[in-house]
């Protein structure tokens, strides 16, 4: 399994972005699919996820601004991201939980896609 993001690049202060996600291969689906970023000297952090079912979940700081959304069949996540801030500049990286009927589950990360916002 691996995951390909695409759709990072160079934004004024206010504009929008939509990144894509895509796993590759059949036969498999993921539970929780998600976004999360990495600024230059931080950490990694959450910026939302999204269940199988569709249920949602926003860090505090992109609430009201990004909206996550997937495609079960396509095993493809997006972000649209709108009224983006320079302190949305980041790398942004895909993220899908993939549970075993062993009970067992495991997370995969696609490589990045970098999110410039300028002011």
């Known amino acids: 399994v691996q995951l390909q993001a695409f759709g990072g690049g160079l934004v004024q202060t206010g504009g929008s972005l939509r990144l894509s996600c895509a796993a590759s291969?059949?036969?498999?689906?993921?539970?929780?699919m998600g976004w999360y970023r990495q600024a230059p000297g931080a950490a990694r952090e959450l910026v939302a996820t999204v269940t199988s079912g569709g249920t949602t979940n926003y860090a505090d700081s992109v609430k009201g601004r990004f909206t996550i959304s997937r495609d079960n069949a396509k095993k493809i996540v997006y972000l649209q991201m709108n009224s983006l801030k320079p302190e949305d500049t980041a790398v942004y990286y895909c993220n899908a939980v993939r549970q075993f009927e062993s009970g067992i589950s495991r997370v995969y990360w696609g490589q990045g896609t970098l999110v410039t916002v300028s002011s």
């Open positions: 291969g059949s036969g498999y689906s993921f539970s929780n």
